[in-house]
């Protein structure tokens, strides 16, 4: 079946690096993405989302890019620090579905001082 | 707003032994989800309410897992007989259509 699909499962940066997380997708229908923070003991937290009509959003720090023909999405983080240290999950959601994110496996970031 | 809550935190149980979660909403919201988070796994939709209603249980492992949402502030998953596979962490989350879901804290759970 279709799924979401990250392809680093750890990333290890040096604090003040710039960090770049990679997700892949391959439902084609999906129109709306979401980037989470996980920390250690806690559930998943909102960093940014993204709808297709756009190819890129800017937060504070973090910018999120679609790449929607090779159905891509990633997120950077400027500036890493040791308090970005955590498991980040993209999701993926469906035009016209009944909205039930799909969640990617995470990957581990890791910021050393 | 307190966000999304759960309790209790940690639970230890023993094998048979029957085990329910609990979760508060963050009020207004119309969507409730269950989820379990293992290393083996990852992050697994067990199901989700609708404005109360059951929508899809197609995530829920077996007949021993069951959901309950008696009003748009309260849910129960209750596991009945407890087994060490069961063994994980247990998220609520709740949202608004077409917008990013809240995570509780979570459930510890460790079934002996």
């Known amino acids: 079946g279709e799924s979401v699909g990250l392809h680093l499962p750890t990333l290890s940066v040096q604090e003040g690096d710039n960090s770049i997380i990679n997700c892949a997708y391959s439902n084609s229908a999906s129109d709306y993405f979401i980037w989470y923070k996980q920390e250690s003991g806690k559930g998943p937290q909102f960093i940014i989302d993204?709808?297709?009509?756009?190819d890129k959003r800017q937060g504070q720090r973090v910018t999120v890019l679609l790449n929607k023909t090779v159905k891509h999405l990633s997120l950077q983080i400027a500036a890493t620090q040791p308090g970005d240290s955590a498991v980040y999950f993209c999701a993926e959601n469906i035009k016209g579905g009944s909205y039930i994110p799909t969640f990617g496996r995470g990957t581990s970031l890791i910021v050393h001082p | 707003d307190a966000g999304v809550i759960q309790s209790p935190r940690h639970e230890v149980t023993e094998m048979g032994q029957e085990v329910t979660l609990r979760c508060k909403p963050i009020s207004g919201h119309d969507y409730l989800f269950w989820y379990r988070q293992t290393m083996m796994r990852g992050l697994e939709l067990l199901i989700y309410?609708?404005?109360?209603?059951?929508?899809?249980d197609s995530g829920m492992p077996e007949d021993r897992f069951s959901a309950k949402m008696p009003n748009a502030s309260f849910s129960t998953l209750k596991i009945q007989p407890s087994e060490p596979r069961d063994s994980a962490v247990y998220f609520c989350a709740s949202s608004n259509p077409y917008n990013e879901q809240f995570f509780g804290p979570g459930t510890r759970l460790t079934v002996l």
């Open positions: 309410f609708n404005n109360n209603v059951p929508i899809d």
């Open positions: 993204i709808r297709s009509n756009m």
